[in-house]
């Protein structure tokens, strides 16, 4: 089968739908398909044109971006490209790149799926511009999507239901995986502790070094962790600028506590996923998290996870389940819950050995995709 996959990002940009986008087209390619991506050269500056990566061929083209990533246009099509394929699978309808590449694949006469994600998600955005205006934008993007689709997925059961109840659209959950590696990889987390001179105990935080993902509500709850005479770490993963959290840090008087990594290779990270007490997700509104691939990871190594209900979080994350649940932007409620854990070794346990009984591997969830085109073309 020839697959397109689009997204306005792909490799080397590195994201969480970036990250996924590359999977699903690798894993898709493993199982004898011929998988294309169509992106722009927007984070590839400097690449080819057109390159094969994996496996995957990859076609990037001239695009234009006016502010944010998500408005990308693109500014040539490959025709010939789309036309052939026996699908062509986009990634967001938040993308005006991806939405545009579905139409003219429509046009073609070709079949179309899309992923849909962060359905309605901008109501609660901290920026009162994108607030007030984004709404009337993902909205537009959102009922065009669902016109030009053959195929309706959702990786996030939130995303699931409000389609279903806001628009009538029954769309199927196929949900992202992880590596076979990732789950069967030895465990390295006193290595990861040796390697940064880390004694104690930590809790890890991994992602963009961004606002709407709440570190700046974590560094504030290792404060209150922290009087309560509680000895642990904070270790941060990810990439961005640090210094503005370091001086808060500082101003709290914790920097001796709180220690940036910034981005580190898959060993390092599975290291720190494996030394730490619990892996954190302390993210503000809902269109940031649609299914974190932190957690998926965090599970696939048996460990717990203390997240905020914001987005798809609280459809997969079960209160004293399979993980604890807080309010976003409450620091006290988030120190409780990292000293509940910090109390209760046991309960830690539980809840990263029944987070991990929920995780698919990549190859499972190609053969998903592929059953859904197979029945769409059948």
């Keep these: 089968m020839k697959i397109v996959y689009v997204h306005h990002h792909y490799w080397p940009v590195v994201g969480g739908l970036e990250n996924v986008a590359k999977a699903l087209a690798e894993s898709m390619a493993r199982l004898n398909n011929e998988v294309h991506i169509v992106t722009s ?47 062509v699978h986009g990634h967001s309808q938040n993308s005006l790149f991806t939405v545009k590449m579905i139409e003219k694949a429509k046009d073609l006469g070709t079949k179309t799926a899309m992923h849909f994600m962060a359905v309605d998600a901008l109501n609660d955005h901290p920026n009162p511009l994108i607030r007030s205006l984004g709404p009337f934008y993902a ?35 196929i949900p992202d995986g992880v590596p076979q590696s990732l789950i069967s990889h030895k465990y390295s987390g006193d290595e990861f502790r040796r390697h940064y001179g880390i004694d104690g105990e930590y809790i890890l935080y991994v992602g963009r070094l961004h606002p709407l993902k709440g570190l700046e509500v974590l560094i504030n709850s290792m404060y209150y962790v922290l009087k309560n005479s509680i000895d642990l770490k904070l270790v941060v993963i990810g990439p ?139």
């Design 139 to 173: 909205k537009r993007v959102l009922k065009k999507a669902i016109a030009l689709s053959d195929i309706k997925l959702v990786r996030s059961l939130r995303d699931q239901e409000l389609l279903s109840k806001r628009y009538g659209v029954e769309a199927i959950f």
């Design 41 to 87: 050269f927007y984070g590839a500056e400097g690449k080819p044109k057109e390159e094969v990566i994996n496996g995957v061929y990859v076609h990037r083209v001239k695009s234009f971006r006016p502010i944010y990533p998500d408005l990308t246009y693109p500014l040539e099509v490959p025709m010939e490209i789309l036309k052939d394929a026996d699908i």
């Design 240 to 378: 961005g600028d640090a210094e503005p959290y370091k001086e808060l840090a500082q101003r709290f008087g914790i920097e001796r506590s709180v220690l940036f990594l910034g981005f580190v290779d898959e060993e390092t990270k599975i290291g720190a996923i494996d030394g730490s007490v619990a892996t954190v997700i302390p993210s503000i509104c809902d269109y940031v998290e649609v299914y974190p691939m932190i957690i998926s990871e965090a599970w696939a190594r048996s460990k717990p996870v203390i997240a905020t209900r914001v987005g798809g979080i609280p459809y997969r994350v079960k209160h004293m389940i399979n993980g604890l649940l807080v309010s976003p932007k409450d620091p006290k409620a988030l120190a409780e819950a990292i000293m509940t854990l910090m109390h209760d070794k046991e309960l830690g346990v539980k809840l990263g050995s029944e987070g991990r009984k929920s995780i698919l591997t990549w190859e499972e969830i190609a053969v998903k995709n592929m059953d859904a085109y197979h029945r769409l073309i059948s």
